[in-house]
């Protein structure tokens, strides 16, 4: 019916009364849904010491408006130098390995994560990645909120030597 709201946008303008939606096919042949496959992934992404990020999704590479996604690999007992992601909420999933975070004024709180968890780091908080494991790499995906790879690396913390062990639970979820 004419006079019904598509439940679609289209960038453009055209006649609602016109429902021959060809005209889109080319249009979504390059604009839409993109594959990046794990061996494409591009390194040229800020880089902390002790990691290796590499970009999978970002505004260079597919035109992203809102997320950065990529990778990051830590090599066994390695850690990385303490950084924060600016404005940004970062995702962190764990693929493979056991991932140690500290974060903090002064590191002084620290958490694990292993296969299949999920890691949630708010804006401008200090943090540093530890792999956990003495002989496996450590795997994660990332994802962040905005199509920019921002990394503030901070190299004038001092850690205390032995951080809270805090235990990332919810009001629902108590820790036993």
């Not at 303008?13 to 794990?38: L, Q």
């Not at 902390?48 to 992203?64: D, E, K, S």
């Not at 921002?150 to 032995?162: F, Q």
Request: hydrophobic content about 35%; some cysteine.
């Amino acid at each position: 019916m004419p006079d019904e709201p598509h439940d679609h946008a289209h960038p453009h303008d055209h006649d609602p009364d016109a429902h021959d939606h060809s005209h889109d096919a080319p249009r979504w042949k390059h604009d839409g849904v993109r594959v990046i496959t794990g061996d494409k992934l591009d390194p040229n992404t800020a880089q902390t010491p002790g990691m290796f990020r590499q970009a999978a999704i970002n505004h260079a590479r597919v035109g992203a408006q809102k997320i950065w996604a990529g990778t990051v690999a830590i090599e066994p007992d390695a850690k990385t130098g303490v950084h924060h992601h600016g404005a940004l909420e970062s995702v962190i999933y764990v693929v493979r390995g056991r991932a140690r975070m500290r974060w903090g004024e002064r590191l002084e709180f620290v958490a694990e994560a292993g296969p299949g968890d999920f890691i949630y780091v708010p804006p401008f908080v200090p943090h540093q990645e530890i792999n956990a494991s003495p002989d496996e790499a450590l795997e994660c995906v990332l994802v962040r909120s905005d199509n920019e790879a921002v990394v503030v690396n901070i190299t004038d913390i001092e850690p205390v030597e032995r951080p809270e062990a805090v235990y990332w639970v919810d009001p629902i979820h108590k820790h036993p």
